[in-house]
Structure formats: structure tokens, C-alpha cells
């Protein structure tokens, strides 16, 4: 298990400096990026998704509680599994009431949406003591607009806003259709729904907490992929269960 360099304090220091002036590179390159991101234009949802969740049918509009913004993690949960995607629930376990009360203050509401039906979503729910808000997109054409849910048979299938066809053989074909994960942001302007933003794969990270902990500490993340290589005793996939 290969462990950081041995230094004195003044070098720990002087490299720790050095660091510094990266990490503030990065800080100032991350506040200009997500001014960008507030500056994009937003799309009018023009759909009347219908949802189903414990107090019935609701419409995305619903889901805001009166709020402004609606933010909605997309949960893979295939109607035809027993228990929802381990990587999403690993995101879900750190959903705390006090990030939900936080949002809240500044307005912004935040639920999941899966295709698996209420009954499912409710069991599993359940199971992992979870209470936050779970809807059921079943039905609904939601899932495949918001590209989590690719199914060629539906509409050509694209994820991360490239054709599912540039990621190899194994996105096409038999596989379809299958669930991936992403969260979109809403932003309501009275009874009128816009779309403002989504994010899919490795962007996902910035709305998980621990892999931004693990990453300040000296063994990282502790998956295959990682540099410097050896800093775990057991190098896991870059898959984000936490279930090993």
C-alpha cells in the first residue's frame, strides 16, 4: 500500500502552499462556470406529466410545494426490480432532512422520480427508512424526455446529450431499455414550468457528499482509476454504492 511522502513541516508546507494557489484556481474557475450555468436560457415544459405519488396523482408542478424551484434526482428503479439501483441509493442515504430544510430556506423544493410503480417505490422506501419525496413517473413519458430512461423503441436514445450509440455496443440493441441516473432543475414562474438545467453521469458527483470528503484525504476515493495508484488495500470500481 504505497502511502504519501514522508516531510518535514516547512516542506509539507511549502507543497501545501503550492496547492493552494491551484485550489483557488479551481474555486474561482468553479464560481465563473456555475454563472454560466445560472446565464443559460431555460425551456417551457409544455407536457402535463402526471406522477403518482402517497397523496395521488400530482402534476410537476405539484411537486414545487408552492416553492420556486423544484430540483428532481432521477432514481433508477426499472418497474420490473424488486429494490432500486444500488449507486442511487448509496446518493439517497445522504439525503438528510436538514439539506431538505436547508433548500427549502432558499426556496427550492427537491423530490425523486423512478418508472417503478408506488407500490415498489413505497416497500423500498420503507426498507431504507428514507422521507423524502418519491414519485412514480410510471406511464408517463417523463423518464424517456429526460433521457434517464433509453429505450429505442420510444425515441432515439441519448444520455449525457450523446446518442446512446457513441457509448459501444452494450447502450443499443438488446439492452434497451434500461435506467440511468441524472438530476434536473425547475424553476416556476406562477403556473408556468421551465426547464433549467440537468446533469447526468460523473456530473451527479457535485450533489453527492462523500466522494468530495473522501477526495480532501490522502487515500481518495480508493477506486481503480485514481492516481497515485496503490493508496488503498482493496482499489474498488468507480461504481458509487459504498457497498464494499
Same mark, same amino acid.
Given at each position: 500500500?504505497?502511502?504519501?511522502?514522508?516531510?518535514?513541516?516547512?516542506?509539507?508546507?511549502?507543497?501545501?502552499?503550492?496547492?493552494? *494557489?491551484?485550489?483557488?484556481?479551481?474555486?474561482?474557475?468553479?464560481?465563473?462556470?456555475?454563472? %454560466?450555468? +445560472?446565464?443559460?436560457? %431555460? *425551456?417551457?415544459?409544455?407536457?402535463?406529466?402526471?406522477?403518482?405519488?402517497?397523496?395521488?396523482?400530482?402534476?410537476?408542478?405539484? %411537486?414545487?410545494?408552492? +416553492?420556486? $424551484?423544484?430540483?428532481?434526482?432521477?432514481?433508477?428503479?426499472?418497474?420490473?426490480?424488486?429494490?432500486?439501483?444500488?449507486?442511487?441509493? #448509496?446518493?439517497?442515504?445522504?439525503?438528510?432532512?436538514?439539506?431538505?430544510?436547508?433548500? #427549502?430556506? +432558499?426556496?427550492?423544493?427537491?423530490?425523486?422520480?423512478?418508472? #417503478?410503480?408506488?407500490?415498489?417505490?413505497?416497500?423500498?422506501?420503507?426498507?431504507?427508512?428514507?422521507?423524502?419525496?418519491?414519485?412514480?413517473?410510471?406511464?408517463?413519458?417523463?423518464?424517456?424526455?429526460?433521457?434517464?430512461?433509453?429505450?429505442?423503441?420510444?425515441?432515439?436514445?441519448?444520455?449525457?446529450?450523446?446518442?446512446? #450509440?457513441?457509448?459501444?455496443?452494450?447502450?443499443?440493441?438488446?439492452?434497451?431499455?434500461?435506467? %440511468?441516473?441524472?438530476?434536473?432543475?425547475?424553476?416556476?414562474?406562477?403556473?408556468?414550468?421551465?426547464?433549467?438545467?440537468?446533469?447526468?453521469? +460523473?456530473?451527479?458527483?457535485?450533489?453527492?457528499?462523500?466522494?468530495?470528503?473522501?477526495?480532501?484525504?490522502?487515500?481518495?476515493? $480508493?477506486?481503480?482509476?485514481?492516481?497515485?495508484?496503490?493508496?488503498?488495500?482493496?482499489?474498488?470500481?468507480?461504481?458509487?454504492?459504498?457497498?464494499?
Amino acid at each position: 500500500m504505497a502511502l504519501p511522502r514522508i516531510a518535514s513541516r516547512d516542506e509539507w508546507l511549502t507543497a501545501r502552499k503550492d496547492l493552494l *494557489v491551484k485550489e483557488k484556481e479551481l474555486t474561482r474557475a468553479r464560481d465563473a462556470l456555475n454563472t %454560466m450555468r +445560472r446565464e443559460l436560457p %431555460m *425551456v417551457e415544459i409544455e407536457k402535463d406529466y402526471r406522477f403518482t405519488g402517497p397523496e395521488g396523482e400530482v402534476g410537476l408542478l405539484d %411537486m414545487f410545494e408552492g +416553492r420556486r $424551484q423544484l430540483m428532481v434526482g432521477h432514481f433508477m428503479f426499472d418497474p420490473s426490480w424488486e429494490d432500486g439501483c444500488p449507486s442511487c441509493s #448509496a446518493g439517497a442515504d445522504e439525503m438528510s432532512q436538514g439539506l431538505l430544510d436547508h433548500l #427549502a430556506t +432558499r426556496d427550492t423544493s427537491l423530490a425523486y422520480v423512478s418508472r #417503478a410503480p408506488l407500490d415498489k417505490i413505497e416497500r423500498y422506501k420503507a426498507k431504507k427508512g428514507w422521507t423524502f419525496r418519491w414519485y412514480s413517473s410510471n406511464g408517463s413519458d417523463f423518464n424517456y424526455d429526460f433521457h434517464v430512461t433509453l429505450d429505442e423503441s420510444v425515441q432515439p436514445a441519448e444520455y449525457n446529450y450523446r446518442p446512446a #450509440a457513441e457509448y459501444g455496443p452494450t447502450w443499443t440493441g438488446d439492452a434497451q431499455p434500461f435506467e %440511468m441516473p441524472g438530476l434536473s432543475c425547475f424553476l416556476r414562474d406562477g403556473d408556468r414550468v421551465f426547464h433549467t438545467y440537468s446533469q447526468y453521469a +460523473r456530473g451527479a458527483e457535485s450533489t453527492g457528499g462523500s466522494y468530495y470528503f473522501l477526495d480532501l484525504t490522502a487515500l481518495g476515493r $480508493q477506486e481503480d482509476w485514481e492516481k497515485p495508484a496503490g493508496r488503498a488495500d482493496h482499489a474498488r470500481t468507480n461504481q458509487p454504492d459504498f457497498a464494499s
